[in-house]
């Protein structure tokens, strides 16, 4: 880094992208050492970084906020599935024992046999009734 002197000091900002530009020392600390400046951006509209072992400090922070949040999505993918898995058991055993009380779940109407009233008027659904009460 290499300072012009003036009535002030400037110092000399090397972009990334490759543009060197000059700010105020006053400036420059404001934004290097105690972050009250928010951002110094060069000519060409780029965030002003401070050499490598910033941008790599800067991905990796990226990366982390990157991994947390594909961590905290997947654990509320595993969430919604047991809550989905728990739901269906609960209609499963519903359906079970709606069939077991004589009740048919297509039609709702109570028999004393429902697998013979459902093999007779629902014959397209046998097998579906077979895999609820299994």
Known sequence: ?????????LTVISCWCGIEFAVPRSLYDAHRYDRSVKSIYCPLGH???WGREQRESDHLRRQLRG?????????????????????????LTRLRNRIAAGVCPWCHRH???????????????????????S
């Open 1 to 9: 880094m290499s300072t012009i002197t003036y009535t002030g000091t």
């Open 47 to 49: 965030w002003a970084e």
């Open 67 to 91: 991994e947390e949040a594909r961590r905290i999505h997947a654990e509320d993918q595993r969430l919604m599935a047991e809550r989905s898995a728990r739901a269906l058991r609960g209609h």
């Open 111 to 133: 028999f004393s046999n429902v697998q013979r009233h459902v093999e007779g008027q629902h014959p397209d659904r046998t097998e579906k009734m077979r895999e609820a009460l």
